[in-house]
DNA sequence: ATTACTAGCCGTCGAGTAT
DNA sequence: TATACTCGACGGCTAGTAA
């Protein structure tokens, strides 16, 4: 049997909480819960038994199987690797280094058509400016992606003949310091992305121009 | 290919960051590494392909895979469900009244020769006695358990004629505020346990006897 | 009733190879 | 040089059935 296969089998058990205690199983309900036939579920438990992943003891009808700790470690280690590409997907990593931009956000993140909606998601007020990043290398696969798959979006409106468009936004810390990374829905990759937080970032941090910085967005929270 | 060998599959390629930007690979030797031929990593990748859960790209040599939203949808799925088993490993709930019990243990823990061990592991010293409670049902596999798969175990002495065995030990939490439960190494099953703590845990949470309380056990902390 | 063996079938694997 | 198709071989799957 395939490792991934048994790690299928034991994480079924698992979810079951034949953990610590004996769970009763009949082969052919289980086998269709986990979708193999009656045989091939015996034949597999028997196999995970035989490497000392399980314990099993055959009833009168019906089986009880349970976890060794051989296999509640053997399983933990696969755990632990799904948890570290959990991480890789919540978290992406993002360097650069502090630029001037355009100046450009600042003047959208003072919009009270923004802020409102802003203040609605996060309860909090932005400082009317951002803070532009330079970023390191080629980033546009990142940036489209962040642009595609967002948990928060501004939607646009028109104020004193002038169009703002939807604004994308995602949580973010800069340097370990919470704040918030943004695009405009329209218009193609600039290797500049701007932040915006509660607080004057470059004051607070006395960025200077050039500065590294390292930027974690976390597209799923 | 089945859910779990897709899994797998999506996995191999995440743990090489082919999460939000192009991985490049060669079947071959990507094949070798994950434990298939080129034919099959070929094939299976194109099934992951048709089933959107990947973008591919052919190159002259070689080919870049990138996975699709719906795969890191697909991913964290089986990430979540993995995180839950990972919880119910790491934290095994039980639950009980508090009894008075025989007092044994307040001896046991105001032995300098145990003190001074349970100082060295939690750098804090044990309240001189414990608070026992009697466990709701059947626990015993789950208490032979937590007996053989330990991380802390003080070791036994001899003091005035008398001698103190080894005793297992395990993080744990009553009503949410840190302790530590006792066995001792020797000794058959009873439905009584013991806690350990820096404080007077009756008299800081008022406890009667009779009274219920929830434990966590942490066999992995 | 239910587990698990046997036998035959079916699908997956990978060597060979076209592109 | 690579990917990916074809096809023969092998292994795993399940129906039938013994225990």
Chains 1, 2 share one sequence.
Do not use: W
């Not at 296999?71 to 978290?91: A, N, S, T, V």
């Not at 400016?129 to 798959?149: A, P, Q, R």
Request: proline share 2%; aromatic share 12%.
């Amino acid at each position: 049997m395939k490792k991934f296969e048994a790690i299928y089998m034991l994480s079924e058990i698992a979810m079951r909480d034949g953990i610590y205690r004996y769970l009763t199983i009949k082969t052919g309900v289980f086998g269709r819960e986990i979708g193999f036939s009656q045989q091939s579920t015996s034949r597999k438990l028997n196999e995970l038994y035989s490497q000392g992943l399980i314990d099993k003891v055959v009833l009168i009808r019906g089986l009880k199987v349970k976890i060794t700790k051989k296999g509640i470690d053997y399983l933990m280690d696969e755990i632990k690797k799904m948890g570290l590409i959990g991480e890789k997907i919540r978290r992406i990593i993002i360097e650069g280094s502090v630029t001037s931009g355009m100046g450009e956000g600042t003047y959208y993140m003072s919009r009270e058509g923004y802020i409102r909606q802003f203040m609605s998601f996060f309860g909090e007020r932005p400082y009317p400016g951002t803070l532009n990043i330079l970023l390191d290398n080629e980033m546009g696969e990142i940036i489209s992606f962040l642009k595609s798959n967002y948990r928060y979006r501004l939607n646009g409106f028109r104020e004193m003949e002038r169009t703002f468009g939807d604004v994308i936004l995602h949580r973010a810390t800069l340097n370990g310091h919470p704040c918030f990374i943004i695009f405009p829905e329209r218009g193609h990759y600039e290797n500049v992305v701007e932040i915006v937080s509660s607080e004057n970032l470059r004051n607070k941090f006395s960025l200077k121009d050039g500065d590294r910085v390292k930027l974690e967005v976390f597209p799923y929270d």
